[in-house]
């Protein structure tokens, strides 16, 4: 197999520039392969990543190409084969971790918090972390409480760890092709139900740098900040909201640590009014975090407290009705709006 | 046994004897802060083990690493800075004790989750098994370790993907205060290894002879690609645990029968009785090591304190947080 080639589901091959749009998963696919194509000390290792093809199958064919040494199926140890990574790192290894979902990244905290993010500093500099840890999560599917979290907050509030939470495919793309080439360890947010998401795909189209939001609909009476699925929610409730003539901001935050305050800040000073919507739970949430950092900043151009919307502080339901009831949609991101805007 | 050896040997024991006595001392003046955990008694693990391995290989090493870190060839001066928090010190004075690092030395440090030590050992294991080098990697780990989640999870790991891995147990019986048969269903450390089909030997860690052939041996094993190794060592730390446990809990017969096999005196008995060394060589090679601790107390007491806060937080910092909103 060549590089400049993504899998189908036969482990065939389409090149990439055939298709203009492309899944997550398979911007995430071609992205590893490009990566481990230049640049022999990249290596994935996680449960089920190689002969399965990896839970999500964003690692499809890898193995075939790179073989076991560089596309490593483990055992059940995120403790271990997070730290391993770290150790790989520390020694000259550009490992890419794949947790298989966020809610597993628990066992691999003291990897990532206690070590990786902390080894760079306790060293005065001589050891350089050069990790990526891979994790889906979000509320996906009826998965219920253990199997449908965020944890953004958990992760961000780490100095010496970077996240990066990537919504489309090219953003998917650019994000894990960034984060390989960095020296520090970054998190990949990833969510379950945006893999199978179709979107413009340009391989060779220049990245913005990695912490950078994107602006997703420009509008003048309301910023609205959020990320991942949330985007989406809110995008559809700027078109409802447009058809009453209110003209509503997007931005899609991308990066959870750094957060790109910059952008936010220039979109509140046009809006004078802000709202984050985070399919996390509320209760000391990224939300929180936005919200004071706007509020310091720029208290004058606010004309109103920022707001928040978030998942219920309550552990995710099974029952579907329930489960769609515990996060923000469509509707409360409208009239949250409303509310903000008296109308 | 050589001369020069056994020369080796007991300049890197009275050197680790008289660096942590300096190191209680310094302490108990306030000069170190933090907690400070010390290693008399354990001195020929350390340097029976180090000596045997290459300078190619990798050590990795937990909270209780001064010793490990002197003997792999971090100069004393710069050991003491780091316990001081002075910026000439090996970890820039951001580690303190139980972080001590090392690159050039391929001393991968200084962890103080215990536990941690063998994620890291296989990692850098993984990488030179996948790059087909030859080193080795070294991990020393206490018994009260092996209990640890991830201690099992490294093996299988380690021994599953034959890793280039020495796994060195510094089986001091205790575990803080809580003794190994209270800590342990098993209390024959090495015994373990054998769920995951590894190899495995238990030796007398308070002779550095012993220690240092049996390392040797498993290190040979391991260069050679037969996958990793279980060394266990049986030693005794005669201090707390740390500077903030007086060890009352172990009887004083215990403590004296152990001070009675002293690693150091023992050896230093040994090598005038095999004429490796005479009494003057001895005396001339204790005072070297004794005058090295003292230089490097007034190097780290002269040297000046660290005084960036966000150095080294991220290889490329963003400044987006820095300063005031
Ligand atoms: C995960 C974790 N739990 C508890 C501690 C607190 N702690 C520090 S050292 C220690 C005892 C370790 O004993 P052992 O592994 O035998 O090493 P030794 O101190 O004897 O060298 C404990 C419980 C810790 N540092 N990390």
């Known amino acids: 197999m060549s590089p400049r080639q993504h899998n189908d589901q036969a482990g065939r091959i389409a090149p990439a520039q055939a298709r203009e749009e492309l899944m997550v998963w398979e911007a995430l696919n071609i992205a590893l392969d490009r990566e481990m194509d230049a640049d022999d000390s990249v290596f994935l290792l996680g449960e089920d990543v190689g002969l399965y093809g990896g839970s999500y199958r964003v690692s499809q064919g890898l193995l075939a190409k790179y073989g076991e040494w560089r596309v490593r199926d483990t055992p059940i140890s995120e403790g271990s084969f997070t730290g391993l990574g770290v150790g790989a790192a520390l020694v000259g290894g550009r490992p890419i971790i794949e947790i298989m979902t966020v809610n597993f990244s628990l066992l691999a905290l003291d990897a990532l918090v206690n070590m990786a993010a902390k080894l ?224 | 046994m050589n001369q020069d050896l056994a020369r080796q040997f007991l300049f890197d024991m009275s050197l680790a004897r008289a660096f942590e006595q300096a190191s209680a001392q310094q302490y108990s003046e306030g000069k170190i802060g933090g907690f400070l955990h010390l290693y008399p008694g354990e001195e020929a693990v350390a340097v029976g083990v180090l000596r045997a391995a290459d300078p190619g290989d990798y050590v990795v090493s937990t909270y209780r690493e001064h010793v490990h870190a002197l003997v792999r060839g971090i100069p004393a001066r710069e050991v003491m800075a780091e316990l001081f928090g002075r910026s000439t010190g090996c970890s820039g004075g951001y580690g303190g004790s139980m972080h001590l690092f090392d690159i050039g030395r391929r001393f991968l440090g200084g962890y103080a989750i215990v536990g941690e030590t063998f994620p890291v050992a296989i990692g850098a294991g993984y990488w030179l098994r996948m790059r087909e080098q030859s080193e080795a990697v070294v991990c020393f780990f206490g018994d009260g370790a092996a209990n640890q989640g991830t201690f099992h999870e490294s093996l299988n790991m380690a021994a599953l993907w034959e890793l280039p891995v020495l796994f060195v147990c510094e089986n001091n019986r205790y575990q803080i205060g809580t003794e190994i048969h209270r800590h342990s269903a098993l209390t024959e450390v090495h015994r373990r290894a054998c769920a995951y089909g590894m190899d495995a030997e238990r030796v007398d860690g308070m002779d550095v002879v012993a220690v240092y052939e049996a390392t040797d041996a498993a290190l040979r094993h391991v260069h050679a690609g037969n996958g990793p190794y279980l060394l266990e060592c049986e030693t005794y730390r005669y201090r707390g645990h740390s500077m903030a446990d007086s060890g009352a809990y172990r009887p004083e017969a215990e403590l004296a029968e152990e001070r009675g096999r002293d690693p150091v005196s023992g050896f230093r008995d040994r090598a005038l009785k095999q004429g490796w060394l005479d009494e003057r060589q001895a005396s001339q090679i204790e005072s070297e090591a004794d005058a090295a601790v003292q230089d490097a107390v007034q190097f780290a007491d002269a040297s000046p304190a660290p005084d960036d806060l966000q150095a080294n937080v991220y290889s490329n910092p963003l400044d987006l947080y820095k300063g005031r909103p």
Not at chain 1, 204 to 230: C, E, F, L, N, Y
Not at chain 1, 234 to 240: C, D, G, I, V
Not at chain 1, 246 to 261: A, G, K, N, T, Y
């Open chain 1, 120 to 343: 760079r500093y306790m060293s005065g500099g001589q050891l350089r972390v050069p990790l990526v840890a891979r994790m889906p999560g979000g509320v996906a599917h009826q998965l219920a409480a253990q199997h449908s979290q965020r944890l953004e907050q958990m992760l961000m509030n780490v100095p010496g760890l970077r996240v990066v939470a990537p919504g489309t495919p090219q953003d998917s793309y650019w994000h894990m092709r960034q984060a390989v080439r960095t020296d520090d360890p970054i998190v990949i947010l990833e969510h379950e139900l945006l893999y199978f998401h179709k979107g413009p795909f340009d391989p060779d189209a220049k990245p913005p740098p990695m912490h950078s939001a994107a602006i997703r609909r420009h509008g003048t009476q309301a910023t609205v900040i959020a990320w991942h699925r949330m985007v989406e929610v809110a995008l559809e409730a700027a078109e409802r909201l447009a058809a009453d003539g209110i003209e509503i901001e997007v931005i899609d935050l991308r990066s959870l640590r750094p957060i790109d305050l910059p952008t936010l800040q220039a979109s509140v000073r046009r809006t004078g009014c802000a709202l984050v919507v985070e399919e996390d739970v509320r209760f000391a949430g990224a939300g929180a975090e936005i919200a004071a950092a706007l509020g310091e900043r720029c208290f004058g151009d606010l004309n109103q407290p920022v707001r928040r919307l978030g998942a219920a502080d309550a552990p995710t339901p099974y029952e579907a009705g329930l489960e769609s009831a515990s996060i923000p949609d469509l509707t409360a991101v409208v009239n949250a709006v409303r509310m903000m805007l008296g109308s």
